[in-house]
């Protein structure tokens, strides 16, 4: 009993990973709104180690379109700017020697419905690997009731997996229809 117990823990624990990384990526999909977290994965050569801007600058947004990165030491701003200018957010950077202004453009319709579909895909991933630890532990719970464990418990053991399964599936699905409203936003 305590086996099908590990089992159903693993499987919790897995599919909350395939939640998390689903927000995670989530996160990294832009919806017309200037958010720090746009910059995340940018790196800034900082006396020849590739560093995380968030390391080197304060990033602030002093409206819903504009992102403003002040380094902590001037002489990164033009690392900074060129750093932006090499990544793939397609922005291009002004600075006035103090700080790098970012201005977010607003998403066309046909860029909203591209974004929307990007989302869509990242959800039926994580939706993808949920069911693929359902699968696991269902593969580990047989290969236990072949080992001696009892019918009966095994049968309830599949039956919480199941719940587990749809629980967290429909956490991604929330994830989806807030970040579909989020982008659908004009």
């Known amino acids: 009993m305590e086996e099908i117990q590990l089992e159903l823990d693993a499987a919790k624990e897995q599919m909350q990973k395939s939640v998390d990384h ?38 602030n947004t002093p409206d819903a379109r504009t992102l403003s990165i002040k380094p902590w030491e001037k002489n990164l701003i033009g690392e900074i700017e060129k750093s932006i200018i090499n990544s793939d957010l397609g922005l291009a950077p002004q600075n006035n020697g103090e700080l790098v202004m970012l201005t977010i453009p607003p998403l066309t319709e046909e860029r909203r419905k591209s974004l929307v579909k990007q989302v869509k895909n990242e959800c039926e991933n994580g939706k993808i690997s949920i069911r693929t630890a359902r699968k696991d532990t269902n593969d580990s719970l047989k290969k236990l009731q072949k080992d001696g464990a009892p019918e009966d418990d095994i049968k309830r053991a599949e039956d919480a997996v199941q719940k587990l399964t749809d629980q967290f599936s429909t956490k991604i699905d929330n994830l989806f229809t807030k970040k579909e409203a989020e982008i659908m936003t004009v």
Request: hydrophobic letters at 45%; zero cysteines.
């Open 22 to 59: 689903t927000a995670a990526e989530l996160l990294k999909i832009r919806a017309g709104k200037a958010m720090p977290n746009l910059l995340d994965g940018i790196m800034v050569d900082y006396y020849g180690a590739p560093t995380p801007i968030q390391q080197v600058a304060s990033i």
